[in-house]
Nanobody, 121 residues
Framework: QVQLVETGGGTAQAGGSLRLSCAAS????????MAWFRQAPGKEREFVAR????????FYRDSVRGRFTISGDSANNSVHLQMNRLKTEDAAVYYC??????????????WGQGTQVTVSS
């Protein structure tokens, strides 16, 4: 059984910062990539950022590029999202996603339980 556990959500003022972390645990064999998605009330879940585990190449949605930084920690099978210069439109439940090999099978659909990010104006 593989689990993704997110930590670090909370409340920040607009212009402030928050840092999210997600740790993968269990019998995973390999990580292909780890990512963050978010879902605001009444909206669909949207991609935020992804980091390729081999190349460490990051990818961002346009609206967060330059403000958010995603980083991978191989030693702890973790991914972090440093969110700076937060805007009210960044408020959402943030979900960790992982592309993993488990028992010889690749599955891109591992998700964490979500962590709430609130941004006050």
């Amino acid at each position: 059984q593989v689990q993704l556990v997110e930590t670090g959500g909370g409340t920040a003022q607009a212009g402030g910062s928050l840092r999210l972390s997600c740790a993968a645990s269990g019998r995973l064999e390999r990580i292909g990539s780890m990512a963050w998605f978010r879902q605001a009330p009444g909206k669909e879940r949207e991609f935020v950022a992804r980091v390729n585990w081999i190349t460490r190449m990051p990818f961002y949605r346009d609206s967060v590029r330059g403000r958010f930084t995603i980083s991978g920690d191989s030693a702890n099978n973790s991914v972090h999202l440093q969110m700076n210069r937060l805007k009210t439109e960044d408020a959402a439940v943030y979900y960790c996603n992982a592309d993993l090999w488990v028992a010889g099978t690749r599955d891109q659909g591992y998700w964490g339980q979500g962590t709430q990010v609130t941004v006050s104006s």
